[in-house]
């Protein structure tokens, strides 16, 4: 069974500061994504990686995968208040289907 | 855009109704999926469909089935809900096949409260 854990599963920063959320998964797998979720909404698509060493960067966040390490990273740079939500990674192992970490809460302390 | 449509954001119904939640998708994706979402345990596969008339179970189909019969529309049933379902239920879709590259894309989801 594909087991998908994030750390931290919260998450306090000052505005500023740099910080990376992690995501290990149990299986082997190529394919990850990263969603965020504001409260009461629904889930955004950040981030699409396929293949070992994938890097994507989008304003102030950037994602990586490492397929050997079983290892996602979604680090945040300088953090503004408005990356206030939360996190979730997701792994794909090849049948369309996707299981999700549990999610990091992330709150931008001004 | 890709829009998912889910028909209720707010629900609420009493033990042992039965329940429908429905989902529209607009942009002919094969893939839709059934997720439902409760604090600490992200989001979790209740069922999920390749196509027309297909049905695959998903991490957690116990006390639940589903529907489809147009490629757009994926329902969702609760044969006699029960106060453990209470939750917020989402809806996803997806383009089928690894070449696709593209991520599922949700609806806004509906809280179902069972009382």
């Known amino acids: 069974e594909l087991k998908v854990e994030q750390n931290p599963l919260f998450l306090s920063m000052q505005e500023g500061k740099n910080y990376t959320i992690y995501c290990n998964y149990s299986t082997t797998s190529d394919r990850l994504y990263w969603y965020r979720q504001d409260p009461g909404k629904s889930l955004e698509s950040l981030f699409v990686l396929l293949s070992n060493g994938a890097v994507k960067q989008e304003g102030r966040l950037m994602a990586s995968l490492d397929t050997k390490a079983r290892l996602s990273t979604l680090h945040i740079t300088a953090a503004v208040h408005d990356l206030s939500a939360t996190y979730f990674c997701a792994v794909d192992v090849g049948n369309e289907k996707l299981t999700f970490g549990t999610g990091t809460r992330l709150t931008i302390i001004p | 855009d890709v829009k998912v449509t889910q028909s209720s954001r707010y629900l609420v119904k009493r033990t042992g109704e039965k329940v429908f939640l429905e989902c529209v998708q607009d942009?002919?994706?094969?893939?839709m999926f059934w997720y439902r979402q409760d604090p600490g345990l992200g989001l979790r596969l209740i069922y999920f469909?390749?196509?027309?008339?297909?049905?695959e179970k998903g991490d957690i189909p116990e006390g639940y089935s589903v529907s489809r019969e147009k490629k757009e529309r994926f329902s969702l049933i609760l044969e006699s809900a029960s106060t453990n379902q209470t939750s917020m239920y989402l809806c996803?879709?997806?383009?089928?096949?690894?070449?696709?590259?593209?991520?599922?894309?949700f609806g806004d989801g509906t809280r179902l409260s069972i009382l």
């Open positions: 469909s390749y196509d027309v008339k297909m049905k």
């Open positions: 942009m002919d994706h094969e893939n």
């Open positions: 996803a879709s997806s383009l089928w096949g690894v070449i696709s590259n593209q991520p599922q894309h």
